[in-house]
């Protein structure tokens, strides 16, 4: 519980663990996946989700004929944004039920299995259990095994007997005691995850239901011992999946797979580095960004993300480059005579700006409004992502890239911004931070769109990321 711990060093940690499991386990997790004809769904509540991927699909629209046309494409993993941790709890579920509904659907008239997985936050802010409920609902069965895995290695969080951790410095810090716990929407007090998991559910699930998988048992059993452990267990249980390295994810992705094969019905919720190894994937290599941006104008940054790390990040920003920038007063978008003025003079600024062939950075302030409820806070939190949209509206220049920092803000823009359908995820620009090629169908076709999570990075991200948009050196200022 938050209070009871205390951070780590995560060398020390990492030293005292076993051997890594040292067979490459890509190749017979392919064969599965091949042998079962099944293509990977990932229902994934922001845009984030894509960061540790390349070259895989992602729709933001979910009707049956557009479902089996992808269900019909020969690549073995898509991703559908539902963006629902801008959404109330009630909301996801129902959201979730629809869009497997579609998809079980579309599955049985094209005559392809799915498996579905749940991609959520790797600092545990979502909705769960909601939308596994919605998900348990439209296929019509309980899962017999329900695995929880929020490691994230890019972001550093990495799940250690049974404890969910955030790499800050040269500590990992129990996820109860950072500022992600502390979010108006979904706090939480447990960094142990089988206590989050009663904490969560309010004590609907028992902790006689929760299990785990050690890292002691994935990395010296291997997928023989963790599939052993899986098909003696009881139905019904929640796994957590201790994991502080790819190969430990790619222990479990193969014995889950295989347990599949023998008729175990599962379920996974899991963070970004989790679906890879479930849908053999080939780790994504940084993007060179000289093939991104061809050519010259100006660039747009958004920034609606308030966590502070997307503070630091944008201060050390705007400290070293000329980027021209511009603050939205959160106050002034929540007034509905003062937000016009403030979105108009936003939208002018940035065309203008990137007409004269320089970046804009619009951002909103940094302070935090709370709702007096948590479905308060959500309201207030879209209300202001609405804002960022209605910049994009009134874009009179097409960017020659544009960043958008802060899941719900990426989403928003991508999907009512610039009215993206289906979209190319390329891969990430930096660690954990995806770049999608927007559709034909789009406002600005083949415009590379940056998601840029507003919790994954240290205070230079940004900069770096604009540096590699520019195809500058590391020495150069990034505007």
Not at 194 to 200: H, Y
Not at 406 to 426: F, H, P, Y
Request: charged share 25%; with cysteine; glycine share 10%.
């Amino acid at each position: 519980m938050h209070g009871t711990m205390s951070p780590i060093s995560a060398a020390g940690v990492l030293r005292r663990l076993p051997p890594e499991w040292p067979d490459d386990l890509l190749p017979a997790i392919r064969a599965e996946i091949e042998a079962s004809g099944s293509k990977l769904i990932v229902l994934d509540d922001d845009p984030t989700g894509t960061q540790t991927v390349q070259n895989v699909p992602v729709l933001t629209r979910w009707d049956v004929d557009l479902l089996m046309a992808e269900l019909r494409h020969p690549g073995a993993t898509c991703y559908i944004l539902t963006n629902s941790r801008s959404l109330g709890g009630e909301e996801a579920r129902r959201l979730a039920s629809g869009i497997v509904g579609n998809l079980v659907a579309a599955s049985a008239r094209t005559g392809r299995p799915v498996r579905v997985l749940s991609r959520s936050d790797s600092t545990l802010r979502g909705h769960f259990p909601d939308e596994i409920e919605g998900i348990v609902e439209a296929l019509g069965f309980e899962p017999d095994a329900l695995v929880l895995a929020p490691f994230f290695l890019e972001g550093g969080r990495l799940t250690i007997g049974d404890v969910h951790y955030v790499r800050e410095g040269e500590d990992l810090v129990p996820a109860a005691m950072t500022e992600f716990a502390r979010d108006p929407a979904f706090g939480y007090r447990s960094s142990n995850l089988r206590e989050w998991v009663v904490e969560k559910t309010g004590g609907r699930i028992r902790p006689e239901r929760v299990d785990s998988l050690a890292l002691e048992e994935i990395r010296q059993g291997g997928p023989d011992l963790v599939l052993e452990r899986l098909l003696a267990a009881p139905r019904g249980k929640v796994w957590i999946a201790n994991a502080a390295a790819m190969s430990d994810v790619q222990v479990a992705a193969l014995a889950l797979l295989r347990a599949e094969r023998r008729g175990l019905k599962v379920l996974c919720r899991t963070a970004a580095s989790f679906v890879p190894a479930y849908g053999g994937l080939e780790p994504a290599a940084l993007l060179d960004g000289h093939d991104l941006c061809p050519g010259g104008g100006g660039g747009l940054i958004l920034v609606g993300s308030f966590v502070p790390r997307t503070t630091r990040q944008l201060a050390e920003l705007l400290s070293r480059g000329d980027c021209a920038w511009l603050e939205l007063e959160a106050a002034a978008l929540l007034d509905v005579e003062e937000r016009p003025h403030e979105v108009g003079k936003a939208g002018e600024f940035a065309s203008r700006t990137m007409a004269e062939g320089r970046h804009a950075v619009v951002y909103t302030s940094r302070q935090v409004i709370h709702g007096r409820t948590r479905e308060e806070s959500l309201v207030i939190q879209r209300t202001i992502s609405q804002a960022l949209i209605e910049v994009v509206r009134r874009l009179e220049v097409q960017p020659r890239f544009l960043v958008a920092k802060g899941g719900i803000t990426a989403s928003d823009v991508a999907t009512e911004g610039l009215g993206v359908i289906r979209a190319e995820v390329l891969g990430p620009i930096v660690p954990g931070v995806p770049v999608w090629k927007l559709g034909p169908e789009s406002r600005f076709p083949g415009m590379p769109l940056v998601v840029f999570p507003g919790n994954v990075g240290g205070p230079e991200s940004l900069v770096e990321t604009l540096r590699r948009l520019e195809g500058r050196r590391r020495e150069d200022a990034p505007c």
